[in-house]
């Protein structure tokens, strides 16, 4: 994250922030990094088979519950004193996905992605919370070719063409409903595919992370995938763009793209062979089943001085530690 003398920012040390969430993929790693910043976070969720957090014992309080309950969220406020909210809770069925999981179950992924976005917001406001920054998704965008300028920026219209894209636009008009009518500070960051440690469901940036894993195993990898650009993200630049979000002091827009780096497939084997000269990949290309425009996080970068640490060489770097 880069920092400036002049930022209009706040300190976390001892604040207590509750993540919905927690145990997640991303969340997992936005906790390591209010824990870093020193935060008391807060977690709150169902129970996870996989411990991500084993390490972290002791650095942290936990409340289980789920979005959907206005008891368990008003509970879990009341008890964590919480000064703040993230949230990373999404609809997700088994190891499916993200965006097949919408497609499976719409009514459970509208049930949560957005009314339990309505509730969250709802109970975070009689908990007179700070801050609200929850994650969106940058699967609001429709086809490339329905924008004229590219990357686009926060300006664009969202035309989704899947349901977990639709829930993730509902959502969008909550949050900023909420910010309207209650005053609310509600920030939604809008992800890339995010990659990183402790990625454990399906779906294209699985795919993708199936690379390194072969790499680092020495196995010989052969894998489908389009060589489209794309926009992609560690999920460590993720926690530190909450962070940023969370430390601004004073008001700020109610949806950012969050914003990587881009690659296409082939650039990621080509570099992670100049990393690793043994590696045996070869890539495939196939048509993409679906595809998204290329973003701009400009607006997030200005607005908090928020700036990623990873690029392709990084990325890839730390993807083969």
Request: net charge neutral.
């Amino acid at each position: 994250m880069t920092s400036h003398s002049d930022d209009p920012s706040r300190g976390l040390a001892d604040e207590r922030v509750l993540v919905i969430g927690g145990r997640g993929f991303i969340g997992s790693h936005i906790v390591r990094a209010l824990a870093a910043a020193g935060a008391r976070p807060q977690l709150f969720g169902p129970p996870m088979v996989e411990d991500r957090l084993a390490d972290l014992t002791g650095f942290f309080d936990e409340y289980e519950g789920s979005i959907d309950s206005r008891d368990s969220l008003r509970e879990a406020l009341r008890a964590s004193r919480a000064q703040a909210i993230v949230s990373c809770a999404a609809h997700s069925t088994g190891r499916l996905g993200l965006m097949q999981s919408g497609e499976a179950d719409a009514d459970a992924a509208l049930a949560t992605n957005v009314l339990g976005l309505h509730k969250l917001l709802d109970c975070a406001r009689e908990a007179k919370v700070r801050r609200v920054v929850w994650t969106s998704s940058t699967v609001v965008y429709g086809p490339p070719q329905s924008y004229a300028v590219q990357p686009v920026d926060e300006q664009a219209a969202p035309a989704p063409m899947t349901l977990y894209g639709l829930t993730k636009t509902l959502a969008e008009e909550v949050a900023a409903y909420y910010a309207r009518r209650h005053g609310m500070s509600v920030v939604g960051l809008r992800l890339p595919l995010v990659l990183g440690p402790g990625l454990w469901y399906a779906g294209a940036a699985a795919a993708l992370a199936q690379l390194f894993e072969a790499a680092k195993a020495g196995r010989p990898y052969r894998f489908q995938f389009h060589d489209e650009e794309m926009d992609l993200i560690h999920v460590s630049d993720v926690g530190s763009a909450v962070l940023g979000v969370l430390r601004h002091v004073g008001e700020l827009q109610p949806t950012y793209n969050l914003a990587g780096f881009k690659a296409r497939a082939s650039d990621l084997v080509q570099e992670l062979k100049r990393q690793k000269p043994d590696a045996q990949i070869a890539l495939e290309v196939v048509r993409p089943i679906v595809l998204f425009p290329l973003i701009s996080g400009v607006r997030l970068c200005h607005d908090v001085r928020f700036g990623t640490l990873f690029d392709l060489k990084a990325f890839t770097k730390a993807m083969l530690a």
